[in-house]
């Protein structure tokens, strides 16, 4: 019997909320391909500031969204930039995949906000990332297949406990029920 590759692992949430270093530990956990959609944005095209300023919102996204698109493949983990959900194919993507939202307190995102890589955040900093979360909250909630908080647990742990709870939905009843901090949804 050939087993096929599992469904992409997509991690979506707000900015800054860890989805970068959940996505990495947790690839290694389950031993698979890690993408970080922004580090690839990068990459190809140089940082995301500099990009905002060329082509402006709606040109990162078109960027974003043909990245995300590639990215999305069986076997992969993949973790989104905040704003990638705001494009409707990359939703109807995401949605054929394992979703986990991570989420944070606005307490404990306050210091991991760094405003120079983020230029939805330059202004205002926290009051916009406040905003911003609130007007995208029911793009994530409706994607998200489980949700796993970041703001008062080691990152390792949030990556351990989803990769356990991903193992026991893509088998379900071949894991031990030990996913305490991620609730399916
Ligand atoms: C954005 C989030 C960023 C990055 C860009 C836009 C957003 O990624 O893609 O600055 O619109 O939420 P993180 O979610 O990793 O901060």
Redesign the pocket.
């Known amino acids: 019997m050939t087993s096929q590759a599992p469904r992409p692992v997509v991690l979506i949430?707000?900015?800054?909320?860890g989805?970068?270093s959940v996505g990495r530990t947790l690839a290694k956990v389950l031993a698979r391909e890690f993408i970080?959609?922004?580090k690839v944005?990068v990459r190809d095209n140089g940082p995301?500031?500099e990009i905002?300023a060329e082509l402006g919102?709606r040109g990162?996204?078109e960027l974003?969204a043909n990245v995300v698109a590639e990215a999305l493949r069986p076997g992969a983990v993949v973790?989104?930039?905040?704003?990638?959900v705001?494009d409707e194919g990359t939703r109807a993507r995401v949605a054929d995949s394992t979703v986990v939202l991570i989420t944070v307190s606005e307490a404990a995102v306050a210091s991991r906000i760094d405003n120079n890589?983020?230029?939805?955040?330059a202004e205002e900093g926290i009051v916009a990332w406040r905003r911003?979360t609130a007007e995208?909250e029911p793009l994530y909630r409706q994607l998200a297949d489980a949700v796993a908080d970041t703001s008062h647990r080691p990152m390792r742990r949030v990556a351990e406990e989803i990769a356990a709870w991903v193992l026991e939905h893509e088998h379900p009843g071949s894991e031990s029920k030990k996913e305490r901090g991620i609730t399916s949804v």
Do not use: H, V, W, Y
């Open positions: 949430g707000p900015m800054a909320a989805k970068s970080d959609t922004d944005i995301i500031p905002f919102e990162f996204r974003e973790s989104l930039g905040g704003g990638a705001l890589k983020r230029p939805l955040l911003i995208r």
